[in-house]
């Protein structure tokens, strides 16, 4: 019995991964040959790809390798569909050291499978490698169905924001586990394995959104992108940011006693954390949004305003009109 990738050896643990990935009706040719061919009904192909490397995107001890292959299908498919797009398919880089255990990668596959299965795409492809450090780099194809992409540069002023999914549940799961504390079950799992709504991605699409994308980074972070391309600025609306009751018990947990100080904590997790890839989408004032998009804010022009819609101190993406506090993720700034 090989107990680790090392004893295993690349071409038999390539083929045990392999043969975990049922194809779809969008793939033509699936793993095996230099290539793999993917139908593109529409002729226009979404390529996206996300790195998730151990110690900065995950922990094994805080992580199982389900988790993990669940993630690395969420973090991309989420572009996806913050395009507007379907997902198709999927290419997966596995850089790990030899010794570790073929149980590991085989969970990590099994967890990739079944976020396939939610997301409606397909493995197709990948490559297999020695490392130090553990990283999965993922590459995801996706299908516009005949539509325009949904960008970051077209949000106009007089539009709403409005997200769907979670805000904040996968930031204060991450801040449980460096506590070692195990609850909020709901915050956990969203950081475990963030659940992106990738069907509301093309609804976006459908219902007219101007620009949108995945929150990966921490709301006013990812939405100063829009800004930044669209050339306007985006006002949130505190009240309207409405706290889970998950995301409320667990900054209770976290230590804040006070009702009023817990709501304002929760917010902050909503407009800085990362990692719950809600879609985050400008609307036109008029379009008829379904329940499930929560309308946060508003698009302004940003002309008139220092640097073209913030200074050094303030960005152009404001809560209640006045600079967030809070920044989200940089990868180098934090080390
Ligand atoms: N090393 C790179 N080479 C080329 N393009 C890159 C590189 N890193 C990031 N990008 C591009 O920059 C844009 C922003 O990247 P990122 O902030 O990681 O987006 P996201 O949060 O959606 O994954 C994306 O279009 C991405 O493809
Ligand atoms: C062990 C660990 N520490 C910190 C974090 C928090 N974290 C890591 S990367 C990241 C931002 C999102 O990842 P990124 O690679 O920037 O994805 P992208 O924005 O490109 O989609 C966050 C909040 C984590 N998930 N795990
Ligand atoms: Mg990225
Ligand atoms: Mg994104
Ligand atoms: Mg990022």
Redesign the pocket.
């Known amino acids: 019995m090989h107990n680790t990738i090392g004893g295993l050896g690349e071409f038999a643990l390539i083929t045990r991964v392999t043969s975990q990935f049922p194809p779809t009706d969008d793939v033509i040719l699936g793993p095996g040959d230099d290539a793999a061919v993917v139908a593109a009904p529409d002729g226009r192909t979404v390529a996206t790809t996300?790195?998730l490397v151990e110690?900065?995107?995950?922990?094994r001890e805080?992580s199982t390798a389900r988790d993990v292959g669940h993630r690395a299908v969420a973090?991309n498919f989420a572009?996806v569909a913050a395009m507007g797009a379907r997902p198709t398919g999927l290419l997966i880089g596995f850089a790990a050291p030899p010794d570790l255990p073929v149980a590991w990668a085989e969970e990590f596959t099994a967890g990739v499978r079944d976020e396939c299965a939610v997301a409606g795409g397909a493995v197709v492809g990948g490559d297999m490698v020695g490392s130090d450090t553990l990283t999965i780099a993922v590459t995801a194809l996706g299908d516009l169905q005949g539509r325009a992409p949904v960008r970051r540069d077209g949000a106009r002023a007089g539009d709403v924001i409005a997200y769907t999914g979670h805000l904040g549940l996968s930031?204060a799961g991450?801040a449980l586990l460096e506590r070692g504390i195990d609850g909020p079950a709901d915050c956990l799992s969203e950081h475990r394995r963030p659940s992106p709504p990738y069907a509301r991605g093309a609804e976006a699409a459908l219902l007219g959104a101007t620009a949108m994308l995945d929150v990966?980074?921490g709301l006013v972070q990812d939405l100063g992108h829009v800004c930044r391309a669209s050339g306007v600025r985006i006002d949130l609306d505190s009240a309207a940011l409405r706290p889970e009751p998950a995301l409320l018990e667990a900054v209770a947990v976290l230590g804040t006693e006070d009702p009023g100080e817990a709501a304002e904590a929760a917010r902050g997790l909503m407009v800085a954390g990362?990692?719950d890839h809600a879609l985050v989408a400008a609307f036109p004032p008029d379009a008829d949004l379904p329940g499930h998009w929560h309308r946060v804010g508003l698009v302004s022009d940003a002309a008139g305003t220092p640097d073209g819609g913030g200074g050094e101190h303030e960005g152009p993406v404001t809560v209640d009109g006045r600079a967030s506090r809070r920044e989200g993720?940089d990868?180098f700034r934090r080390g």
């Open positions: 996300d790195l110690g900065r995107h995950f922990r805080w973090q572009d930031a991450l990966s980074d990362g990692e993720w990868h």
